[in-house]
């Protein structure tokens, strides 16, 4: 079956980095767009970043833009996303997702496969 595997999370301090990866198992990685998202207690799955299968094109929400950077290698079916300058309200779950489309990348419940989650916590 599939799988999703997240790492990499932690503490961090406001203006630290990490770096979290996503592997996975039972699928056809490189036919997939692969998001991450966040999730803050309380709060909606939010959108951070995805790429398409070729590396060619990456959406990513403005309030990231500059700091993180979504990368693929298909060689080893993982994602990675790294966080640089890292603030409090950064804060959340973070999930990676899989999706066979390649439009409406926001959108979570176009996702047909999640990870478990990793937390991400920045303290001030």
């Known amino acids: 079956q599939v799988q999703l595997v997240e790492s990499g999370g932690g503490l961090v301090q406001a203006g630290g980095s990490l770096r979290l990866s996503c592997a996975a198992s039972?699928?056809?990685?490189?036919?997939?767009?692969m998001g991450w998202f966040r999730q803050a207690p309380g709060k909606e799955r939010d959108f951070v970043v995805a790429?398409?299968?070729?590396?060619?094109?990456?959406d990513v929400v403005d309030s990231v833009k500059g700091r993180f950077t979504m990368s693929r290698d298909n060689a080893k079916n993982t994602v990675y996303l790294q966080m640089n300058s890292l603030k409090p309200e950064d804060t959340a779950v973070y999930y990676c997702?899989?999706?066979?489309?390649?439009?409406?990348?926001?959108?979570?419940?176009?996702?047909?496969?999640w990870g478990q989650g990793t937390q991400v916590t920045v303290s001030s």
């Open positions: 997702g899989a999706t066979i489309l390649r439009s409406a990348v926001r959108d979570p419940n176009k996702y047909a496969y």
């Open positions: 039972g699928l056809t990685f490189s036919r997939y767009t």
């Open positions: 790429v398409f299968w070729t590396n060619s094109f990456t």
